[in-house]
């Protein structure tokens, strides 16, 4: 595992620019800071370890201006932004939905798919922009409708002010970056530079992004449940039918047999209960069935 002081994207003090550790000399002159405290930092490009940039001691410079907690994550987090130019492609996650309720004991699931996933171009694409109360690292348009992009890590999860009202037409994704620890590990194996696997993460790779929200999502969960409910009611009708059906034939006077022996039927689906002289053919008289009956005194 990689390790998180070690930093893959480094600040380049004289184009402003983030750079990767692949595309600058080995060493103190690589000319490069930490994109999060600023100390200068040094590029190491052994044969073994993972290349990367690391900080400088602070007895050799004092330019730091921040404690650095997550090095990795915030240059990984702004080499992203800078990677998203105006307009991006963008291979967007499936999202289902699925509730759930207990209806005559049974666990009872709905299920409705949303969205599939779908490869979109996000244009008029804008970094750290206020988005619905909260700042997000990109926000562009998909077809006209406003569409936000929120990276996070171990450290960063989705803002709480950020307050999309229910049907707005908009959406918003989030980005895990949890994963490019070990991406960035294999990219040595496979030659190919830590800039690659992140645009390939931002592209193509659907497992690190999740809906924060779509629009459609809030009416379709309403009317699964609505149908849940409706099943629900159903249920509790027919049961009430049943113990009122029971109710008004339990009193009734029955043919007897000429031995004077009655039998008393029950079907265990319905929680029907009838009385008959004959076993052996008897049919419950609500569902006409007699694959659930059972004797109830013999």
Same mark, same amino acid.
């Given at each position: 595992m ?9 600040? #380049? ?19 490069c ?16 370890? #993972? ?44 999202? $289902? ?21 779908r ?7 804008h ?6 109360? $909260? ?8 077809g ?6 929120y ?22 994704? $989030? ?11 294999? $990219? ?9 696997v ?9 497992q ?39 109710a +008004? ?14 039998? +008393? ?34």
């Amino acid at each position: 595992m990689i390790n998180l002081n070690l930093i893959p994207f480094g600040l #380049e003090t004289q184009t402003g620019q983030l750079i990767d550790v692949t595309d600058v000399p080995s060493g103190k002159g690589c000319g490069c800071i930490c994109p999060s405290c600023k100390t200068p930092l040094v590029a190491r490009k052994g044969e073994i370890n #993972e290349w990367h940039f690391a900080h400088l001691s602070r007895g050799t410079y004092s330019a730091t201006e921040d404690a650095c907690d997550f090095s990795f994550y915030v240059s990984a987090r702004m080499m992203a932004r800078q990677l998203i130019d105006h307009d991006l492609q963008l291979l967007l996650p499936e999202l $289902a939905i699925s509730v759930a309720d207990i209806i005559n004991f049974d666990l009872v699931e709905r299920k409705r798919t949303v969205t599939e996933s779908r490869l979109i171009s996000i244009s008029n694409c804008h970094a750290e922009q206020r988005f619905y109360n $909260a700042e997000v690292d990109i926000v562009g348009e998909v077809g006209g409708i406003p569409f936000g992009i929120y990276f996070t890590h171990p450290g960063r999860e989705i803002p709480f002010d950020l307050d999309i009202p229910d049907g707005e037409r908009c959406g918003i994704i $989030a980005i895990s970056l949890s994963s490019l620890p070990m991406k960035f590990v294999m $990219a040595k194996q496979k030659k190919i530079s830590y800039r690659e696997v992140l645009q390939n993460l931002l592209a193509e790779d659907t497992q690190s992004k999740s809906w924060v929200y779509h629009p459609r999502y809030k009416p379709i969960e309403e009317a699964l449940k609505r149908e849940l409910m409706q099943l629900q009611s159903a249920a509790k009708q027919e049961k009430t039918e049943s113990v009122a059906w029971t109710a +008004r034939n339990k009193h009734q006077n029955k043919p007897r047999s000429d031995t004077g022996f009655l039998i +008393r039927f029950e079907c265990t689906r319905c929680a029907v209960q009838w009385d008959s002289q004959d076993s052996s053919d008897i049919s419950c008289p609500k569902c006409h069935s007699s694959q659930h009956r059972k004797a109830l005194n013999i």
